[in-house]
């Protein structure tokens, strides 16, 4: 018997929206993961990111894969119940640790976050996939990501765009353009909550979704943990991934499991 039951609801509803907020679930990781995003914001890594655009107000930060170098974001992959969580939903046997992405939006930064889905520059195929995206302040809905019920079954890829706002250079790769969301968003059942700290909002890589600016008076720092289930192998793109993974090609064939030590195995056999 798991240790955590994620309700079947829950489980149907990811499946089928693509998106389900799980509430309380890693409330005992609050206070670890604000010491490691401190941590991190103190010393950024090698990918540390300032998003901010010019012209924009506040500021906008963004890192990942820290989680060998941090030891809060390595225990929360290996000690909590994400990976049990993330098995639930996609119905895996075995779930792997991809990469966290850390996202902190201070207060007043007008900066929002593009409509976007992230397998595009992922290097990753496979359909049992999905973030966990945990909120370590109280977010308010309108600061809350926004999330399109079932676009991960749309059958569409789009050409991947970055935070910045500009788009990834792909050629063949078969890729839509993202629509006009914000000038159309009464064609969209667009998904958003408010939250509290250890709350969690589960999306599929597929999972159309994008974030408002924070012009409340609280931090909107986020965890998000990207995890690989049964099914995903690595997938070679026409270019650059997010993240590079750097020397990932010499080790893995295009459709070959992602069992590299990039991605330990943190559930399952
Ligand atoms: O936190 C945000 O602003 C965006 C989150 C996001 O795009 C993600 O976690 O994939």
């Not at 850390?102 to 007043?108: A, M, Q, R, S």
């Not at 397998?119 to 990501?145: A, F, K, M, T």
Request: aromatic share 12%; hydrophobic share 30%; glycine share 8%.
């Amino acid at each position: 018997m798991s240790a955590i039951q994620i309700d079947n609801t829950q489980v149907e509803q990811f499946q089928k929206d693509g998106v389900v907020v799980i509430r309380g679930v890693f409330k005992d990781w609050v206070e670890p993961l604000r010491r490691g995003i401190e941590h991190n914001m103190q010393s950024p890594g090698d990918y540390g990111k300032n998003y901010t655009q010019d012209g924009q107000q506040g500021h906008f930060f963004g890192d990942y894969c820290n989680w060998q170098r941090i030891p809060q974001y390595r225990d929360f992959f290996f000690k909590s119940p994400a990976a049990e969580v993330a098995s639930q939903l996609i119905d895996s046997e075995t779930v792997r640790l991809f990469h966290e992405h850390v996202l902190v939006k201070e207060p007043g930064t007008t900066q929002k976050t593009p409509w976007h889905h992230d397998q595009p520059y992922y290097c990753v195929n496979g359909n049992q996939l999905c973030s966990l995206w945990v909120p370590l302040d109280p977010v308010d809905q309108s600061v809350c990501p926004e999330f399109i019920a079932g676009s991960h079954r749309w059958g569409k890829w789009f050409v991947p765009t970055k935070f910045t706002g500009l788009q990834y250079q792909r050629e063949g790769e078969n890729l839509s353009v993202m629509p006009d969301i914000d000038n159309e968003r009464d064609k969209y059942n667009i998904l958003s909550w408010a939250l509290e700290p250890g709350d969690c909002i589960a999306f599929h890589y597929l999972t159309v979704h994008g974030a408002p600016e924070n012009l409340s008076d609280q931090r909107r720092r986020a965890f998000s943990a990207r995890l690989l289930g049964d099914d995903a192998v690595y997938a070679a793109r026409s270019g650059e991934t997010s993240p590079p993974f750097p020397g990932l090609k010499n080790k893995l064939e295009p459709g070959s499991p992602m069992n590299t030590e990039e991605f330990p195995l943190i559930y399952g056999d």
